[in-house]
């Protein structure tokens, strides 16, 4: 339970769930009131191995980065980041070095607003609001957020283009960024591949809409994302199964996942 309410922006009624503090609880987080872990427990109802899921997430997440990490890169871009807590990626970055950049892009002003808020006074780590679709408006205001558009960056895309429909055309999307950034830079993406956690039952609320996503997509179809990329070893996998750290307990879920650069 979080009693410290200084991370809570003016006009944000807590009363009423919001999908990243949810993330947050599931996570076992501490930024959650009780509208988001009833909403929380409604999800584990709906989708009982959404905590395993989640958990996997944020672990691959954290090994993504310390993987980029020992390859030189000190710049990352968080997409649909949600709340930068619970381990999340500038407190890798930072406990490895201070001098790192991360940029967080929240889509949900009520998420983005309690993110900077949260990082108010943390050097190097900042939080934009912004639609990760708008590539061009996220780089511009990731630049303004000391992000040097000049040196490698490490794109995070963790489960967020599972939220987009194939109207929204992710592919165009990822390509966009592709040909933004500059070589060297890096892309690390999961994408859940199984269709009872790709897509909601049918009465599921706000929350595990958001958890879950909207798009069905194959391996073959997360893979075709990565088009121009080059992944690194061991590939597009189960993100559980993507450089396990040893003696670490691995809990199986559907969701692929990989590291990838521009040449």
């Known amino acids: 339970m979080m009693r410290d309410s200084s991370w809570v922006p003016s006009g944000v009624d807590v009363t009423k769930a919001n999908a990243a503090r949810v993330y947050d609880y599931l996570l076992g987080?501490?930024?959650?009131?009780?509208?988001?872990?009833?909403?929380?427990?409604?999800?584990?109802?709906?989708?009982?191995?959404?905590?395993?899921?989640?958990?996997?997430?944020?672990?691959?997440?954290?090994?993504?980065?310390?993987?980029?990490?020992?390859?030189?890169?000190?710049?990352?871009?968080?997409l649909g980041s949600g709340l930068p807590t619970a381990g999340h990626v500038h407190e890798v970055v930072q406990g490895v070095d201070t001098r790192a950049r991360v940029v967080y892009v929240e889509a949900d002003p009520v998420a983005a607003a309690h993110g900077a808020?949260?990082?108010?006074?943390?050097?190097?780590?900042?939080?934009?609001?912004?639609?990760?679709?708008d590539v061009r408006a996220v780089l511009a205001a990731a630049?303004?957020?000391?992000?040097?558009?000049?040196?490698?960056?490490?794109?995070?895309?963790?489960?967020?283009?599972?939220?987009?429909?194939?109207?929204?055309?992710p592919a165009r999307v990822v390509d966009r960024y592709y040909d933004a950034l500059p070589s060297g830079s890096y892309l690390v993406l999961s994408h859940p591949v199984r269709p009872d956690l790709v897509q909601p039952p049918r009465e599921a609320g706000a929350a595990a809409v958001s958890l879950a996503g909207i798009g069905q997509r194959s391996q073959d179809d997360i893979a075709a994302l990565l088009t121009d990329w080059k992944p690194m070893e061991p590939g597009l996998v189960q993100i559980e199964l993507w450089r396990p750290e040893a003696n670490v307990p691995l809990a199986p879920v559907a969701e692929v996942g990989g590291v990838a650069r521009k040449a």
């Open 29 to 78: 987080g501490r930024h959650n009131f009780p509208a988001d872990r009833w909403a929380g427990e409604q999800a584990v109802d709906e989708m009982p191995d959404v905590r395993s899921l989640v958990a996997a997430r944020r672990q691959f997440q954290q090994r993504a980065v310390r993987f980029l990490l020992s390859a030189g890169i000190r710049q990352f871009i968080d």
């Open 143 to 169: 630049r303004l957020r000391t992000i040097d558009s000049n040196q490698p960056v490490a794109l995070l895309m963790v489960a967020v283009l599972n939220l987009l429909s194939d109207v929204d055309d």
């Open 117 to 133: 808020a949260l990082l108010e006074g943390i050097a190097g780590a900042a939080m934009i609001h912004a639609d990760l679709r």
